[in-house]
């Protein structure tokens, strides 16, 4: 399992002082990915024994952000990304 913390830059933290962080482990469900110009959107649905989650990871170039919603969001999430994207459709877009 590959570790996507990165240093604070605020100085250590105080669970990184008290040694590494124990190893939990994730069943996957189910992955798709997704390319958008230069983008690679990976979708990973997974459950732990803290509950189930989705993992959203944007690569690009190898360079890798994650964001977490917890299973008990995904509706208000996809809820708002519909929102947004009915907003997109009826809003003609500006040339900058």
């Known amino acids: 399992m590959i570790s996507n913390e990165r240093p604070s830059p605020y ?5 990184s002082m008290s040694g590494p ?6 069943e996957t469900i189910k992955t798709e990915k997704i390319q958008i110009e230069r983008k690679t959107f990976i979708f990973t649905l997974k459950e732990n ?3 189930r989650f ?11 952000d994650n964001i977490i919603i ?8 996809k809820r708002l990304f519909d929102d947004m ?11 900058v």
């Open 21 to 26: 962080k124990p190893q939990v482990v994730e």
């Open 85 to 95: 994207l009915k907003t997109s459709a009826q809003t003609p877009a500006r040339n």
């Open 70 to 77: 917890p299973a008990t969001g995904l509706e208000d999430f």
């Open 49 to 51: 024994p803290r509950g």
């Open 11 to 15: 100085g250590q933290s105080s669970h």
């Open 54 to 64: 989705l993992r959203i990871t944007e690569d690009v170039n190898g360079r890798r």
